[in-house]
């Protein structure tokens, strides 16, 4: 049920991308295998926030994967729209390569240079460096029109500009020739855009139809990653939100007929996610805890997709330690079984975000994953989120 997961920080627009160290936490709690995906940003953050102990220790978790992407996806803007010419491509520095980047966060931490080249040592040793081209399957012409639709920018916009009144018709097309790159017809007013996001997630950060491309293509490569590594996969609640509408679109009506969806409830969970972001509770703890679990969350994974279950193991898992003592809190699981899902998604995010029966054949892997046969668990915790989802 519960066997590998993987969570990476997406090139998502300032205020809905942040690195999410609690969905870490909940992961190597309840998941055989939990691959987390740092890019310069997130590497950084992720020393600062656990400290270089408890980073190397991560990296060596035998519960644990972690891989580096040293480039960064982006669409090159010319003011609102992307730069002529241009399609997706892939931006990197000197400065962002592993064997640079590494020791320098070590040395910002430390503070003694010795020290922090001994100790980014032994977390190279454990690293895997990858590119997001990896996980692009398909030409630019094929990823757009796989990812972009009405329907996906008005989800997006209701994340990144809540107060935005959407154009009715509205109008965001989309083409690509190698030649000219990019073509956009569209009536979204991107400065309002911007006003609003700013007004909202009090940033100064600007808004473009490049931003909101990039958002949008982020969930193909979300699906080519959990294809790369044949795991489910837990996502910020834009990306949620996208991927289930990229699914949906992307299934096949023989896995439609295919696939059944199960709603598991863990009604006693504890507000461990929470607890890890707040800085309540040191990522060691959290370490402690997925070694005391081990023994009951590789049984878990073995099992059928039953709420009593995940309960029990839960209950058992965290008896008479520091998450027995949290807050309660609701988490669901809405469980893609059948054989039309060569992949599952764990999605993580604010309550609503995962429902509905558009999850019901998430195959977007299918011909790219052989042979697999797992369920999806598409993760929520539920919360109300500043938006006001229900």
Same mark, same amino acid.
């Given at each position: 049920?519960?066997?590998?997961?993987?969570?990476?920080?997406?090139?998502?627009? =300032? !205020?809905?991308?942040?690195?999410?160290?609690?969905?870490?936490?909940?992961?190597?709690?309840?998941?055989?295998?939990?691959?987390?995906?740092?890019?310069?940003?997130?590497?950084?953050?992720?020393?600062?926030?656990?400290? =270089?102990?408890?980073?190397?220790?991560?990296?060596?978790?035998?519960?644990?994967? #972690?891989?580096?992407?040293?480039?960064?996806?982006?669409?090159?803007?010319?003011?609102?729209?992307?730069?002529?010419?241009?399609?997706?491509?892939?931006?990197?520095?000197?400065?962002?390569?592993?064997?640079?980047?590494?020791? $320098?966060?070590?040395?910002?931490?430390?503070?003694?240079?010795?020290?922090?080249?001994?100790?980014?040592?032994?977390?190279? %040793?454990?690293?895997?460096?990858?590119?997001? $081209?990896?996980?692009?399957?398909?030409?630019? $012409?094929?990823?757009?029109?796989?990812?972009?639709?009405?329907?996906?920018?008005?989800?997006?916009?209701?994340?990144?500009?809540?107060?935005?009144?959407?154009?009715?018709?509205?109008?965001?097309?989309?083409?690509?020739?190698?030649?000219?790159?990019?073509?956009?017809?569209?009536?979204?007013?991107?400065?309002?855009?911007?006003? %609003?996001?700013?007004?909202?997630?009090?940033?100064?950060?600007?808004?473009?139809?490049?931003?909101?491309?990039?958002?949008?293509?982020?969930?193909?490569? %979300?699906?080519?990653?959990?294809?790369?590594?044949?795991? +489910?996969?837990?996502?910020?609640?834009?990306?949620?939100?996208?991927?289930?509408?990229?699914?949906?679109?992307? *299934?096949?009506?023989?896995?439609?007929?295919?696939? *059944?969806?199960?709603?598991?409830?863990? !009604? +006693?969970?504890?507000?461990?996610?929470?607890?890890?972001?707040?800085?309540?509770?040191?990522?060691?703890?959290?370490? +402690?805890?997925?070694?005391?679990?081990?023994?009951?969350?590789?049984?878990?994974? $073995?099992?059928?997709?039953?709420?009593?279950?995940?309960?029990?193991?839960?209950?058992?898992?965290?008896?008479?330690?520091?998450? %027995?003592?949290?807050?309660?809190?609701?988490?669901?699981?809405?469980?893609?079984?059948?054989?039309?899902?060569?992949?599952?998604?764990? #999605?993580?995010?604010?309550?609503?975000?995962?429902?509905?029966?558009?999850?019901?054949?998430?195959?977007?892997?299918?011909?790219?994953?052989?042979?697999?046969?797992?369920? !999806?668990?598409?993760?929520?915790?539920?919360?109300?989120?500043?938006? !006001?989802?229900?």
């Amino acid at each position: 049920m519960f066997e590998r997961t993987c969570i990476r920080q997406p090139n998502d627009i =300032t !205020g809905l991308g942040q690195f999410d160290l609690g969905a870490v936490a909940e992961s190597l709690l309840f998941y055989g295998t939990t691959t987390v995906v740092l890019n310069p940003g997130s590497l950084k953050e992720l020393l600062t926030r656990i400290g =270089t102990d408890a980073a190397i220790r991560l990296a060596r978790h035998d519960s644990a994967r #972690v891989i580096y992407e040293a480039n960064m996806t982006t669409i090159p803007n010319a003011g609102p729209l992307p730069a002529p010419g241009w399609g997706i491509s892939t931006a990197s520095t000197p400065a962002w390569r592993a064997d640079r980047l590494v020791p $320098e966060a070590f040395h910002e931490v430390i503070g003694r240079r010795g020290a922090a080249r001994r100790a980014s040592s032994k977390f190279l %040793d454990e690293l895997e460096i990858v590119s997001p $081209e990896q996980f692009r399957p398909g030409s630019d $012409e094929e990823i757009i029109r796989e990812a972009v639709s009405d329907e996906a920018v008005r989800e997006a916009l209701c994340f990144v500009a809540p107060g935005y009144r959407i154009p009715h018709p509205l109008r965001f097309e989309v083409s690509y020739d190698e030649s000219a790159g990019f073509v956009i017809d569209s009536n979204l007013d991107c400065a309002a855009i911007t006003a %609003d996001h700013q007004r909202f997630y009090k940033t100064a950060h600007e808004v473009t139809v490049s931003h909101l491309l990039l958002a949008l293509i982020g969930v193909v490569e %979300d699906g080519g990653l959990a294809t790369y590594l044949g795991s +489910d996969i837990t996502l910020s609640p834009l990306r949620a939100a996208l991927m289930k509408l990229w699914g949906r679109e992307n *299934s096949s009506s023989t896995s439609q007929a295919a696939a *059944s969806l199960q709603a598991l409830a863990l !009604g +006693d969970s504890r507000a461990i996610s929470e607890a890890v972001n707040a800085g309540h509770v040191p990522f060691v703890e959290v370490l +402690d805890l997925a070694e005391h679990a081990k023994q009951f969350r590789h049984w878990l994974a $073995e099992q059928q997709p039953d709420s009593d279950l995940a309960a029990a193991y839960f209950r058992e898992a965290t008896r008479d330690t520091w998450a %027995d003592r949290l807050p309660t809190a609701i988490a669901r699981w809405l469980v893609v079984t059948g054989i039309g899902t060569a992949a599952g998604l764990a #999605v993580a995010g604010p309550i609503g975000v995962a429902a509905g029966p558009a999850i019901g054949a998430v195959d977007f892997v299918a011909g790219r994953v052989q042979g697999r046969r797992t369920p !999806g668990q598409f993760l929520q915790r539920e919360v109300r989120d500043a938006l !006001g989802h229900k």
